[in-house]
């Protein structure tokens, strides 16, 4: 299955579906996406560490740009369900969302991220999503 | 297991906590609470619905203060899990998260949150929480 | 939405599917079925408690048969997902599953099943499950 | 951290562990595990397909190994939460469970596993999975 967008279609795609879209696309390969976002105060909570809504919003959109990169920009997938470990306290700094996707098939599609933050080695966060897919019109 | 903490002291607990807390707690019991939001414009996401981080926010919200009901404003609950089924397109207005909470543990809590929308009797989304709780030190 | 197959039909139908099913379907109503089982020693594990896969099991088999009770035996759902929540140490004897669908959609349908030992007022482990749902044929 | 225990010594441990102990470990690495499974008739389901109770199985027990090759004997893991997305039906035969320790705390583990079958490149199924651990003594 060849590539359906690059890295510079999904950023255009991406910001004009979103008014404000705060991440950049910075890889795309077969089945895989990564997502870099700067954290910003509001994406902070008590304690100064980056929110949960933060990790979860950066995989989501890792995950679907993983799945637009396969399917183009018709594709409108819907999530239905998001799984997400915490395992390190997030710093303030540079997020980065490294998404696979293990599973795209006709109806859906799963895939599972890795989120990083600054130079560390270890994930702060894993996250498993699951995509329902539109029925295909052709 | 007493009450530990009313509505009118979580709510004032978790302003304290968040400089901006946009939600309002509407009833506490024994092992539960109910959280509700206005949604506002940054709430929703391309297609007018509200969006899968809001909803993880609220029922987050509402397992914490489930917790700090039980366990009294000591408590500092950690989130390592979180699992949202998102089942019908939530519509922008008001959000009620029904939180329960299922074991509550010396290291442990976990519970369960159904998110309602308006007038809809169907939860728009389900979550499952898992909270670390830290070592008491009596 | 009336209910397709009773107590006695979905026994049958699922002793006709399993060679050997252990399980007894008790309840079955809108959206809900209830399964019981009785642990046998190939249930238990070290430390004489139930098996996770017991647990999974029964929960499985519950929300399956709430499906089938809704669709009818033309139903092929296949589970695409299954989270769950170990609360207590579940002892051999009497294992019941109440399981409720919270969306029967055209292609996914997501239920909540929680297990009870013997007498307990308190569940042992709760489960989420998804069911992918096979284009319907009409 | 040094590996406390090696593929032999995990091997006799879950055998002694186990009356009958069916699987067999095949690797240990820094944070690593991998488990084999010959399918038999009751790991089957109508249809063909291996069951979703023996994946579950061979994932927990996987990461139990990864577990307690970190950790030496002594260790008493309990599972918490496992979450598992079925991707590609399994058929019959040799089942391989990859795992990796994703977070080795002093109170909670966790994991993933990759679960493949026969000579297939892509994973039939995919388990995440959380254990508590029991305070050290030391």
Redesign the interface.
Same mark, same amino acid.
């Given at each position: 299955m060849s590539i359906q967008m690059n890295v510079g279609q999904l950023q255009e795609f991406l910001e004009q579906? *979103?008014t404000h879209f705060p991440m950049r696309i910075v890889e795309v390969g077969e089945m895989t996406a990564t997502v870099e976002l700067e954290t910003q105060a509001h994406n902070l909570? $008590?304690g100064g560490t980056v929110?949960? $809504? @933060?990790l979860?919003?950066i995989a989501?959109t890792g995950l679907y740009a993983a799945i637009l990169a396969q399917l183009g920009p018709v594709a409108l997938a819907? @999530?239905?369900?998001?799984?997400?470990? *915490?395992?390190?306290k997030p710093q303030p700094g540079l997020l980065r969302a490294e998404t696979r996707l293990?599973?795209l098939g006709k109806?859906?599609a799963?895939g599972?991220v890795?989120i990083f933050c600054n130079e560390g080695k270890? $994930?702060v966060a894993?996250v498993?999503g699951?995509y329902?897919l539109p029925p295909t019109t052709s």
């Open positions: 579906a *979103f909570r $008590p929110s949960g $809504p @933060t979860m919003t989501d819907v @999530t239905t369900n998001l799984n997400i470990n *915490f395992l390190h293990l599973k109806r859906l799963v599972e890795s270890e $994930p894993h498993m699951t329902s």
